[in-house]
């Protein structure tokens, strides 16, 4: 089984900004992508951003210009930068990872935007 590790998260102001990281065992082959999605209260998950190996960087309308994610190919970590907190933007937010093989998810991470 795959773990991956996140970190990140908590609450923040209207306005404000938090930084979010998943890294991927340095071992593992076939990395395809990573990204974030958001997990909502039906328990759907609506991809908020993510970034090909091969490739650049994808967004959901609603974080585009305020989201930013980035990677360190060595160290197969994704961070994305988000900017501009809505209370919107509330809620798990799940890593995600897909290889040539499989597709893998991280435990998530609280992300509370509130006054």
């Known amino acids: 089984q795959v773990q991956l590790l996140e970190s990140g998260g908590g609450l923040v102001q209207p306005g404000g900004s938090l930084r979010l990281s998943c890294a991927a065992p340095?071992?593992?082959?076939?990395?395809?992508?990573m990204g974030w999605y958001r997990q909502g209260p039906g328990n759907q998950r609506d991809l908020v951003a993510s970034i090909a190996w091969g490739g650049g960087p994808h967004y959901a309308d609603s974080v585009k210009g305020r989201f930013t994610i980035s990677r360190d190919n060595a160290e197969n970590t994704v961070y994305p930068q988000m900017n501009s907190l809505k209370v919107e933007d509330t809620g798990v937010y799940l890593c995600?990872?897909?290889?040539?093989?499989?597709?893998?998810w991280g435990q998530g991470a609280q992300v509370t935007v509130s006054a």
């Open positions: 340095g071992s593992l082959p076939g990395i395809n992508n």
């Open positions: 995600s990872l897909g290889t040539v093989r499989d597709h893998y």
